[in-house]
């Protein structure tokens, strides 16, 4: 949730003394620039122009994939037109393939609740239910990496904290059958927070006591992590047969439309996750205490905020959030742990905290457009035989483009700030 | 060269940032430029050296229009700027700075540097300004690269030399030489532009003064026609005092008792060296010395920021040995950070929450651990109005704010709290003469209700001003300690430098007029 913003941020003297000195403190926060006192559609031009942008350069990689379209081009002298109208039907076929996998088509699902009858629904709404599973273990890994930015703080633990969040979670789920479905599932997440919240309080107080830096220790209990649930997994409490894959765990989310459709309760939780990190970080005196000590470590303290506390607070939250991920994998989609059950998660992580740019709404977006994105261009593949792998290059274009608001600047001509020229040369100005 | 802004207007939007403004500077004069922060001096010389188009008015180079679309093209006419901030290659030599852009080659593109260092030798020469022609610009004083600056101007034959608050960085010895570069340049017949809010040295070096106040000229004077007040009041649209009235302070209590406090800086070295200091209720003690003597670390030892590595500190009664600088902010302690922008702010964070940085989680401001959005607004709203914080909103970030209205912010928060002894680190570094008398006017108001008052200052303007005892500090050690009716600029001048090191015994708290009674 934006805070309550001026009606203009801008400078009412335009030769202030000193805005341009107001450094981030890290070039991470740089890169996010949530800034306070930004309209939200104001933060929304540069991600919204990064996805088209990467859509389109998708777009041009994929007629280059293609055999057809390529074919075209070598003749693109004597027909050119065809050229073009050859491109533009590979890539238009491919991209409706992937509208079509991640929200269903409109006819069908029109027909279907036209026709009232709930298997075609539910087979209609088939596709975006599934954009909602691949998204929901999204939103909490991508609220972990939020949070930290937020607080100044570069959790790349996130993975680990996945892991470890999954691992106790099964424990409680392997071990605590008896008790009834509601109480474990609960249980389970409870459970899967404190795991994946142990994983991050041991980088913060690590951070906090000895200074070391929380980029090399949550990257090396990344691998410790790992190499945990490998040896855990086949100890006698966790494995299943001889197979590195654990007993199943005696609770699960409950679909929430039946079992037709695999969307469950977790994205209720996710969303109820974002919902409180945005409460927490906009409006307690505990994430106002977070903002602090991550825009200026020196005046929080000055100020009498603790930002050592403050460090293993946001450390442990943050970790907790990814366990969140972790406990969401084992009570969805396989109800087993298995070797990398959760890979490559906490990385998806800081890619959409950087999209959502460090905000709890912008993460549940982003978290949709991923797994819309992953949804669609699997039947992007199957339909058009459009590799899948466009995705991942479309994925990587958007963060890179996030990352470097300059280019998109530049590229659509959108001003920084409507007097940041003149600002940057007032520095110093009497 | 002849230089006359006609009319010039620029508006950005909502303000009127020059409104008509004229402005002649003869060919060999120095003319000055004063105004407070923000009074558009930055806009109208960004309008003339390029860098921005006027929405209305004219340039006239020696009486023929003139139009400039980048500095370039100013450079070309025979204009050269000095910025504040200095525009220099830190790793170059000085003569690959000053031929940077206009590299003088022989065959093949090599470059000439020995033509290039031999000119730059022949102007430093004819002017005065002595620069080291190989040295490396980092390596260099400050006042060393300004010259650099200077004859990389005149390297690039300009006729008209802007200077952008020279003095800001310099000590007084270099504001001395600069001087006499300038006389010189002057009886060249260069024009030069002088920016500045500094009164005296206008007084000094100007041949014409120019004012501006809020967008405006505001008068056109010279030295001899005006003194220190009027330009003051000229500038800041109403009569100002230079010095606040104060009557004698009424000393009580003594609320701060340090003895023998040893405090080691960053790197492990004694900065702070067995001081002993009291400070009294209702009366305002300053310390006075050249920066980087230990006063930064004695405050933050006070502040309970930095551990005392040996020695006690009471204040208000209590040890501070186990204090955090939470308890002592809570106890009562308002603290003016000497950096702003580091410790003073979080200039991202909007006007309101800076307002509230360290009561934020108290009532009324937040219940239980939820903040209370409107009680901070409107709370912040009265202390922007009751302490002149010029702010369009106070939602708009910290950042936004001009210097002076930053100071105000970290000065309204501070004395909007219950405080019983104030603590302050240069409170008007930057300031314009406005925000000055505003600022000292205020921290005159705390002592008179009974507060006690600590400030760090390396003005001695500042220390004669405020203080009703001065403790010069001298490489960690307090040197003397006088009452301010007996103090003497010359006198303080002198232990600043050390010269008093020897006389007073050791540091500690007892000569004239100290022995603050424990």
């Known amino acids: 949730m934006p805070e309550p913003t001026s009606p203009d941020p801008r400078s009412p003297d335009p030769s202030a003394n000193d805005p341009t000195s107001s450094e981030p403190t890290s070039a991470v926060a740089a890169a996010l620039g949530p800034r306070e006192g930004q309209r939200w559609y104001q933060a929304l031009v540069v991600p919204a122009l990064a996805v088209v942008t990467a859509l389109v350069i998708g777009a041009i990689i994929i007629v280059f994939s293609n055999e057809q379209a390529l074919e075209a081009w070598s003749r693109f002298l004597r027909h050119p037109a065809t050229a073009l109208s050859v491109s533009w039907q590979v890539v238009s076929e491919a991209y409706q393939a992937l509208l079509t996998g991640a929200f269903g088509s409109p006819a069908e699902i029109w027909r279907a609740v036209s026709s009232g009858e709930l298997d075609a629904i539910r087979s209609a709404l088939y596709p975006i239910s599934e954009t909602v599973v691949t998204a929901t273990p999204l939103i909490f890994v991508g609220l972990s990496v939020a949070l930290g930015f937020r607080a100044g703080l570069f959790n790349i633990g996130a993975e680990g904290q996945v892991n470890i969040g999954g691992l106790v979670a099964g424990a409680a789920g392997i071990g605590l059958t008896f008790l009834p479905d509601p109480i474990l599932l609960v249980t389970m997440i409870v459970a899967g927070f404190l795991g994946g919240a142990l994983w991050g309080f041991i980088p913060g107080v690590l951070k906090a006591k000895t200074g ?219 | 060269m002849r230089l006359e802004l006609r009319g010039i207007t620029k508006r950005f939007p ?91 080659t022989r065959r093949f593109g090599l470059l000439d540097r020995a033509a290039a260092a031999r000119r730059v030798a022949e102007i430093s020469h004819r002017h005065g300004l002595d620069v080291p022609v190989d040295a490396v610009v980092e390596d ?86 005006t003194n220190e007040e009027e330009l003051a009041s000229m500038m800041v649209g109403r009569a100002v005092k230079l010095v606040v009235e104060k009557t004698p302070a009424e000393r009580g209590e003594p609320v701060l008792e340090i003895r023998d406090l040893v405090v080691r800086d960053d790197r492990g070295h004694v900065a702070v060296d067995g001081v002993s200091l009291d400070v009294h209720a209702g009366e305002i003690v300053c310390i006075a010395g050249v920066q980087g003597n230990g006063q930064t670390e004695l405050v933050e030892a006070v502040t309970a920021l930095r551990p005392a590595a040996a020695g006690s500190i009471r204040l208000l009664g209590d040890e501070l040995a186990s204090a955090t600088p939470r308890s002592v902010l809570r106890s009562g302690v308002g603290h003016v950070p000497e950096d702003r922008q580091r410790d003073g702010l979080i200039v991202d964070f909007s006007v309101a929450d800076n307002l509230v940085l360290n009561t934020f989680d108290q009532p009324p401001f937040a219940r239980g651990v939820v903040r209370d959005a409107k009680e901070v607004r409107e709370a912040a709203e009265e202390r922007a109005e009751a302490f002149d914080v010029r702010t369009w909103t106070v939602e708009q970030p910290a950042s936004t704010l001009s210097g002076g209205n930053q100071q105000k912010v970290i000065v309204a928060r501070e004395f909007s709290r219950p405080i019983r002894f104030l603590i302050a680190s240069q409170p008007t570094r930057g300031l314009d003469v406005g925000s000055i008398e505003y600022i000292h006017r205020r921290i005159i108001e705390q002592r008179d209700e009974g507060t006690a008052v600590l400030i760090v200052s390396v003005e001695l303007d500042e220390v004669m001003a405020l203080a009703d005892r001065i403790a010069v500090m001298y490489r960690g050690r307090i040197v003397d300690i006088l009452p301010a009716a007996s103090a003497v600029r010359e006198r303080l001048g002198l232990l600043m430098a050390g010269a008093g090191t020897t006389a007073a015994s050791g540091g500690s708290e007892g000569s004239v007029g100290g022995a603050a009674g424990a």
Do not use: C
């Open chain 1, 212 to 430: 070391a830096h929380e980029v090399i220790t949550t990257i090396m209990l990344n691998f410790v992590a790992v190499s945990l649930v490998l040896y855990f997994l086949s100890t006698d409490f966790y494995k299943q047969q001889a197979e590195p894959v654990s007993k199943p765990a005696g609770a699960a989310y409950p679909h929430l439309f039946g079992s037709g459709v695999r969307v469950h309760l977790g994205i209720i939780v996710a969303l109820a996750a974002a919902f409180g990190v945005a409460w927490l970080l906009n409006r307690t005196t505990i994430g106002f205490r977070f903002r602090a000590v991550g825009a200026n470590p020196d005046a929080a303290r000055a100020a009498g905020i603790n930002p050592h506390r403050t460090t293993i607070v946001v450390m442990s939250l943050s970790g907790g959030l990814s366990g969140l991920a972790g406990a969401n994998q084992l009570a969805s989609i396989t109800p087993s742990l298995f070797p990398g059950f959760a890979s490559g998660l906490g990385f998806d992580g800081i890619a959409i905290a950087l999209l959502g740019r460090g905000n709890p709404a912008g993460v549940v977006a982003a978290s949709f457009l991923f797994g819309a994105l992953r949804t669609g261009g699997r039947s992007m593949q199957v339909v058009t035989q459009t590799p899948i792998d466009i995705i991942v290059v479309i994925q990587a274009l958007v963060i890179v483009f996030v990352a470097a608001p300059a280019l998109v600047r530049a590229l659509y001509r959108i001003k920084a700030r409507r007097v940041g020229l003149g600002e940057t040369f007032a520095k110093g100005w009497g």
């Open chain 2, 14 to 104: 909502g303000v009127l940032a020059n409104d008509h403004v004229d402005l002649t500077v003869e060919e060999g004069e120095i003319h000055a430029l004063l105004g407070e922060n923000g009074a558009g001096k930055t806009t109208l010389m960004n309008i003339l050296y390029g860098l921005y188009g006027a929405d209305e008015g004219e340039l006239l180079i020696d009486g023929g229009p003139a139009h400039f679309a980048s500095p370039g093209d100013a450079i070309a006419a025979g204009l050269g700027m000095v910025h504040q901030h200095f525009m220099l290659v830190p790793v170059f030599t000085v003569t690959e700075n000053i031929m940077l852009g206009i590299e003088s």
């Open chain 2, 140 to 225: 260099l004083p400050v006042g060393v690269q300004q010259r650099v600056e200077i004859v990389k101007a005149l390297y690039r034959e300009a006729e008209v030399l802007i200077l952008d608050e020279p003095t800001a960085v310099l000590t007084p010895q270099e504001t001395e030489e600069l001087f006499a570069v300038m006389r010189s340049l002057k009886a060249e017949g260069t024009s030069i532009v002088f920016i500045t809010h500094k009164l005296k040295e206008v007084l000094a070096i100007a041949d014409r003064i120019t004012v501006m106040n809020r967008g405006r000229v505001v008068g056109s004077t010279t030295p001899a026609e």
